[in-house]
């Protein structure tokens, strides 16, 4: 079930050898528990699997909207429609809520650029055929340029061009080593669908149940992907009966099921949480009543037929919290199979959870068969941290909370992450604000601060176009879509960009010092594979503005990058621990032009000095020695009431600091197999199943199996009753 972010729990729970809940916190807990702990105890049996990594992981997704990039076919502006009018071709580029001219063949037309900055993936918002005007009674009216009010799933926006179009750009992008991904909506389509009796409130399903096509009230969630889901009535099973605005409406959308109006929810608008969530009409956007069987398989046909016909690479999943769990559950392993059967086995597969609480956003891991989520916290952390107005330590709180997403096949090195969007904003404006008053060279740098975060660190990084060119915009939602290719938006045109830019010309410089800083980047991260999925460990983190430091590690190589970050205005200086030897390094990347050095410090550290605002990535070409330090201990414990509602928490702490990464597994008392929870790769080692992920019994048996970098294993058990905690003594 979705889990409201406001929902979480944060109890403090740390459990050592010996140590049992005292009385008062059992009673605060919804499930009193008896913990006993066994013996550390070496080696034994081995469920030991290394932590999951994406094989798409090399990614440098470059997400850009096709109507704003570039215009490289001026013939299908107006959509074919023969008029002058806006309101009837939805094509005005003076207008930032209206079409521009961008198309599938412009995009075409700049994959050099894109493969000179180092793409090998572009995300396109929906290039699906979209109502060409909406207006929302007396407002201004608006156009389908971004892609999300589909009227016809089964062909391509006549303003972005034809189907001829994308496989021509799909075949030139393969030939640039550039993979294409698409935005997928399932959760509502275009606002055609009117309420005949004038409600646009939510109606809440306590008061207002749906009824069946004989009058009879029914819950709709005890019947959701079953085939016998009750006959439905569109006069009568609705709390907001539906209805069209003229004949045409009736049969306006395409694949024909979607012409059925008992598809929708029809429950009127959308709320900012609880029930209507799921429910409720996005900005007036017909609702699909994802529950339904028929429905499932309808999207799941739509999308598998994209896949049939055109060699995409990908799909990012649109507006992921909206539906419910059960349908991606169904939805995402389908796409899965139909990739895998079109010869596509490393299949991208994304979703958007508009979200930036790590522990809500990672509830979609575990209960709706996501394989990757955009990372929505990431963004936030670096958003604050790149200003200056947030620690390293709290960008060390925040990469804590990785082990939130550990599944067996998924983990947080699988997550998209960016640094703004066409929703939010971007980083430009975010860091002018943040910074306001600060010096041009100031916020470049710090523009350049927050690429690096993006590159240098976990996860598989997202470009929003035009970033890479200083565009700044002057909000999130049409204020930060601006035109690439020139535009006359007047807010477009007077916006200032960071490291200059004219906004009403094209702006595809190469020799742009955002777009030289990046380049630079992704060259470094692509050269160095560690960069890319290597474990990730916090090796440094100031309490103040100041220096931020992880080591990026390869098990198989034992090869350590080192990445230090400064994010103060003051060249700073810190002893950091490393796990190679201290005298070997090398410089890999620094964007600081002055200040910046590094040598052996004592007790294997290394001595940085780094210059504002910058960066300095550092690798070992001499692998991680084995060491004198012994192996140590392993101590495991589990709770099953964790600072997450309805997970556990099962956590391993070692006793000494070598590199290992941790597997988890759980059976019930008396079984002889584990079944295997994931894999932790850097402290603190942790995994948070769902209670439906650990077997329902009194009794459980927890294992963990850490592996360092030479093979060496460490195995801790940990015996965990229902009842009341035992106390020792008579």
Request: aromatic share 12%.
């Amino acid at each position: 079930m979705n889990v409201s972010p406001r929902a979480v729990r944060r109890l403090p729970l740390a459990f050592t050898p010996g140590v049992f809940l005292s009385p008062a916190l059992v009673s605060a807990l919804t499930l009193t528990l008896a913990l006993t702990l066994l013996p550390v105890v070496r080696g034994g049996d081995s469920f030991f699997q290394p932590g999951a990594r994406s094989p798409r992981r090399g990614e440098i997704i470059y997400f850009l909207l096709p109507d704003r990039f570039n215009d490289g076919d001026p013939s299908n502006n107006t959509a074919g429609i023969q008029s002058d009018d806006p309101e009837e071709t939805g094509f005005n580029p003076a207008d930032p809520d209206f079409f521009h001219g961008g198309d599938l063949r412009g995009v075409t037309g700049k994959l050099d650029y894109l493969r000179d900055l180092g793409v090998t993936s572009i995300w396109m918002t929906p290039i699906f055929r979209n109502l060409t005007v909406q207006k929302y009674g007396g407002a201004h009216s608006k156009a389908g340029y971004h892609g999300y009010w589909i009227l016809d799933f089964t062909d391509v926006d006549p303003h972005l061009g034809t189907k001829g179009d994308l496989q021509h750009l799909i075949t030139e992008a393969k030939q640039h080593g550039i993979g294409i991904l698409l935005d997928v909506v399932v959760n509502h389509t275009a606002d055609i669908i009117q309420p005949k009796n004038g409600v646009h409130a939510y109606q809440y399903k306590f008061s207002k149940p749906y009824l069946d096509a004989k009058g009879r009230p029914f819950d709709d969630r005890d019947y959701v992907n079953r085939a016998d889901f009750p006959a439905l009535d569109p006069d009568i099973s609705f709390p907001v009966p539906p209805t069209f605005m003229s004949e045409k409406d009736r049969t306006i959308k395409s694949p024909d099921w979607l012409n059925d109006p008992t598809v929708y929810h029809n429950r009127g608008e959308a709320s900012t949480g609880g029930e209507s969530v799921q429910y409720g009409d996005i900005s007036g956007l017909d609702d699909l009543f994802t529950e339904q069987l028929r429905v499932v398989q309808g999207m799941i046909d739509i999308y598998t037929q994209w896949i049939k016909e055109f060699d995409v690479a990908g799909f990012r999943l649109d507006t992921v919290k909206h539906v419910n769990n059960e349908f991606w559950q169904r939805f995402v392993p389908a796409i899965e199979e139909a990739a895998q059967n079109s010869g596509r086995k490393d299949f991208f597969v994304f979703g958007e959870v508009y979200d930036p609480d790590p522990a809500f956003l990672s509830e979609f891991v575990h209960r709706a068969a996501m394989p990757s989520v955009l990372d929505f916290a990431f963004q936030r952390s670096v958003r604050g941290f790149a200003a200056g107005a947030d620690a390293p330590a709290k960008l060390a709180e925040f990469f804590a909370k990785d082990s939130y997403y550990t599944t067996p096949s998924v983990n947080a090195y699988r997550l998209v992450t960016f640094l703004g969007n066409h929703d939010i904003g971007r980083i430009g404006y975010f860091l002018g604000n943040d910074d306001a008053g600060a010096p041009d060279q100031e916020i470049l740098a710090r523009d350049i601060l927050a690429h690096a975060v993006l590159l240098f660190t976990r996860g598989i990084p997202a470009i929003y176009y035009g970033d890479e060119q200083g565009f700044t915009g002057k909000g999130g939602d049409a204020a930060c879509r601006e035109d690439m290719f020139g535009s006359k938006v007047t807010d477009f045109i007077q916006e200032e960009r960071i490291g200059g830019g004219d906004g009403s010309a094209p702006a595809f410089n190469e020799n742009h010092p955002l777009f030289r800083a990046v380049r630079a980047m992704i060259s470094v991260r692509k050269q160095n594979p560690v960069l890319q999925d290597g474990i990730q460990i916090v090796r440094y983190a100031d309490d103040k503005p100041g220096v931020f430091a992880v080591s990026r590690i390869d098990r198989e190589r034992r090869e350590e990058m080192l990445v230090v970050f400064n994010n103060s205005a003051e060249t700073r200086k810190a002893n950091i621990k490393v796990f190679s030897p201290a005298g070997n390094w090398e410089r890999v990347f620094d964007s600081g032009a002055k200040g910046t050095s590094f040598g052996p410090g004592p007790d294997n550290q290394l001595t940085i000095e780094i210059a504002p605002w910058s960066t300095l990535v550092l690798r070992n070409p001499q692998p991680i020695e084995a060491g004198t330090e012994q192996v140590g201990e392993l101590h495991l414990a589990a709770n099953r009431n964790s600072e997450i509602d309805e997970r556990w928490e099962i956590k391993a702490e070692p006793s000494s600091e070598r590199v290992i990464s941790v597997a988890f597994g759980v059976r019930a008392k008396g079984e002889t197999a584990y079944k295997f929870l994931g894999t932790a790769d850097s402290p603190p080692y942790r995994v948070f199943p769902t209670w439906d992920e650990v077997p329902n019994t009194r009794e459980l048996e927890f294992r963990a199996v850490a592996r360092d970098l030479f093979g060496q294993e460490l195995t801790a058990d940990f015996e965990w009753h229902s009842g009341l905690p035992k106390r020792a003594g008579p």
